[in-house]
């Protein structure tokens, strides 16, 4: 059973660029959230997909955006990237409607030079 | 709104001797609470949740933490501490009402062991 896993492991861009970065949920779940950790920091929510729409959203700017697909997997993106959005970016994924806690993947490593 | 304290941004134990994380939380209603570990470059593995059952949680790998209401914490511990526990550990909170999708983290205690 596939936990939740993120695509790439790593990135590098520069400023101004944008980027998108996936994740495919755990088998089951239908729900995905998207965390921001920065170094040394706990993570911080960016914003939540259920069925294909954004359901929450934390204190993010616009320049984040996200996609729910059919099959529950989930992209975000970054626009007009800023060298501090360098952080390790985590998904996490649950069924809605249960008492289910969040599975995270490892994360995709972003460096913003 | 809820937040979280987690009093020591670094643990520092030796092996065989026992742990303590501490965190404390704010929230307006009956929170769930939940530790988290995080091994280097990797994602976050669910230790135990608190989520208005027994006080007292047994979570994987020997831990356990302590639900006070009275005192708004939510202590880990665990009574013999393993080369392999070094890691950082997130005290986390979420409001029930919404199910679990609003995590509130802790900014994370290092857990450093010593042979």
């Known amino acids: 059973d596939a936990g939740v896993t993120q695509s790439p492991t790593h990135l590098i861009k520069t400023r101004g660029q944008q980027v998108t970065l996936r994740c495919s949920p755990k088998?089951?779940?239908?729900?995905v959230s998207w965390y921001q950790q920065a170094l040394g920091q706990g993570p911080q929510f960016i914003f939540q997909?259920?069925?294909?729409?954004?359901?929450q959203r934390g204190n993010f700017p616009d320049r984040f955006s996200g996609h729910q697909f059919p099959n529950y997997s989930s992209e975000l993106n970054v626009n007009a990237l800023l060298l501090g959005d360098s952080a390790l970016y985590l998904c996490?994924?649950?069924?809605?409607?249960?008492?289910?806690?969040?599975?995270f993947g490892d994360g995709t490593r972003l460096s913003i030079l | 709104a809820q937040s979280v304290t987690q009093l020591d941004s670094h643990v520092s134990v030796s092996e065989g001797t026992p742990v303590l994380l501490r965190c404390n939380y704010s929230?307006?209603?009956?929170?769930?609470l939940f530790w988290y570990v995080q091994h280097p470059n990797k994602g976050l593995q669910l230790l135990l949740k608190?989520?208005?059952?027994?006080?007292l949680v047994k979570g994987i790998n020997g831990f356990e933490a302590e639900f006070k209401k009275s005192e708004t914490s939510f202590h880990l511990t665990k009574p013999s501490a393993h080369m392999s526990d070094a890691a950082e550990y997130f005290c986390?909170?979420?409001?029930?009402?919404?199910?679990?999708?609003?995590?509130?983290f802790g900014k994370g205690t290092m857990l450093l062991v010593s042979p």
């Open positions: 608190y989520t208005s059952a027994a006080t």
């Open positions: 929230s307006s209603y009956s929170p769930s």
């Open positions: 986390v909170v979420s409001d029930p009402r919404r199910g679990y999708s609003t995590l509130t």
């Open positions: 996490a994924s649950t069924f809605t409607g249960t008492s289910q806690p969040q599975h």
């Open positions: 088998s089951g779940h239908d729900t």
């Open positions: 997909y259920y069925e294909e729409e954004e359901r």
